[in-house]
């Protein structure tokens, strides 16, 4: 599906994470496929239903739409926290994360685990339990975020340089920034 779609990319990137790759997971071009997002939906459900959730949580603008449909899925509620001006992440819009006890966060793509912690401190503020974290696909193999199961439907190992070691920048392939988070390109 991400090969069909479109999602996955080739060329020079800055992740949200500050690291550079020769690939990017552009789950958005995935996820406008509702096919794909309804069985993306299922697929991860059918992974979370475990934990036995009363609500799943996901970081925008990313994992809106996986979040959505997991939620539909396991037919719990679906909260979203997002950046606000100063680019904190907080839930907004009337969301309320302290009227559930069991909470899953899905996410689109994890790289480093940055929006997931993010969201999992503002959970755990508001007195909420974090049972599981997930994503559609996650760049590198692992079990556990901060200590909590971490699935995934796919991990596609894929190579993340230091902007200061980044082969790409040496050979002067120009840095293309595609996600949602707002990072300025230096050079």
């Known amino acids: 599906m991400l090969e069909k779609s479109g999602a996955l990319m080739k ?3 800055l992740l949200s994470s500050g690291l550079h790759s020769d690939t990017y997971i552009q789950c958005a071009k995935l ?7 309804q069985k993306i939906g299922k697929d991860l459900a059918e992974m ?9 949580a996901s970081p925008a603008l990313g994992g809106v739409i996986a979040g959505y449909e997991v939620a539909r899925n396991l037919n719990v509620d679906f909260i979203f926290a997002e950046r606000d001006e100063n680019g904190r992440m907080t839930f907004r819009r009337g969301f309320d994360p302290s009227i559930y006890k069991r909470i899953v966060i899905v996410e689109d793509v994890v790289t480093t685990g940055k929006s997931t912690r993010e969201v999992m401190e503002l959970l755990k503020e508001s007195s909420a339990t974090v049972l599981a974290t997930s994503a559609i696909v996650s ?4 079990t556990e975020i901060d200590g909590l199961p971490f699935i995934s439907l796919e991990t596609i190992s894929l190579k993340m340089y230091d902007p200061k070691e980044c082969p790409l920048c040496k050979i002067g392939v120009p840095l293309v920034k595609p996600g949602s988070r707002k990072n300025s390109i230096k050079r």
């Open 11 to 13: 060329g020079h990137f």
């Open 31 to 37: 996820l406008q496929n509702t096919s794909y997002a």
């Open 48 to 56: 979370l239903k475990q934990f036995e959730p009363d609500c799943v």
């Open 139 to 142: 760049r590198q193999e692992r």
